[in-house]
T-cell receptor, first 116, second 113 residues
């Protein structure tokens, strides 16, 4: 079974600085998808960024980018120019493909604090 | 925002009573999921559905059952609630497999006393 590990339960960053959240996963598959979700205090789950495993190019979405290392099974999230609104729980997630069993497996999350 | 409604938003119940949580979608999406969220555990998959009457177990399915008789509704039932099932329950939907994003409901806070 696939597993997702986020080794940093909590992180903090100064406003306007850059922070990197770590995620590793374990799988025997070659084709899959990876996601980062943000959960602010409102409890709403918000997709931040996604990466297809077959793409070598790292995904970027404005201030958010990933460092995808397929061989190392690593998928870190970099937040540049951190803003107060970035404070939230961040979850890394893995999704298998095909076969009808396309469930999303989450890590335990990293709580990000942004200091003014 | 995707049309997902979870009901109820909050519920307090007693140990041993049956509880049913409802997820209703207006997107006609094929896949529906139930997750529970607990501190220190993140989101864990309880059950999911890949079509009407097609369901499968997730990693924490013991004590839970589901039903999907219509595309738009996915019910989660706790046959006899226990205190360990106190949690926040999220429903999610997606249209296709692969990299289609999941849309989440707002969650149901369930307290079992």
């Amino acid at each position: 079974a696939q597993t997702v590990t986020q080794s940093q339960p909590e992180m903090s960053v100064q406003e306007a600085e850059t922070v990197t959240l770590s995620c590793t996963y374990d799988t025997s598959e070659s084709d899959y998808y990876l996601f980062w979700y943000k959960q602010p205090p409102s409890r709403q789950m918000i997709l931040v960024i996604r990466q297809e495993a077959y793409k070598q190019q790292n995904a970027t979405e404005n201030r958010f980018s990933v460092n995808f290392q397929k061989a190392a099974k690593s998928f870190s999230l970099k937040i540049s120019d951190s803003q107060l609104g970035d404070a939230a729980m961040y979850f890394c997630a893995y999704r298998t493909t095909g076969g009808g069993s396309e469930k999303l497996v989450f890590g335990k999350g990293t709580k990000l604090t942004v200091n003014p | 925002d995707a049309g997902i409604t979870q009901s109820p938003r909050h519920k307090v119940t007693e140990t041993g009573t049956p509880v049913t949580l409802r997820c209703h979608q207006t997107e006609n999406h094929r896949y529906m999921y139930w997750y529970r969220q607990d501190p220190g555990h993140g989101l864990r998959l309880i059950h999911y559905s890949y079509g009407v009457k097609d369901t499968d177990k997730g990693e924490v399915s013991d004590g839970y059952s589901v039903s999907r008789s219509k595309t738009e509704d996915f019910l989660l039932t706790l046959e006899s609630a226990t205190s360990s099932q106190t949690s926040v329950y999220f429903c999610a939907i997606s249209a296709f497999g692969g990299n289609e994003k999941l849309f989440f409901g707002s969650g149901t806070q369930l307290s079992v006393l």
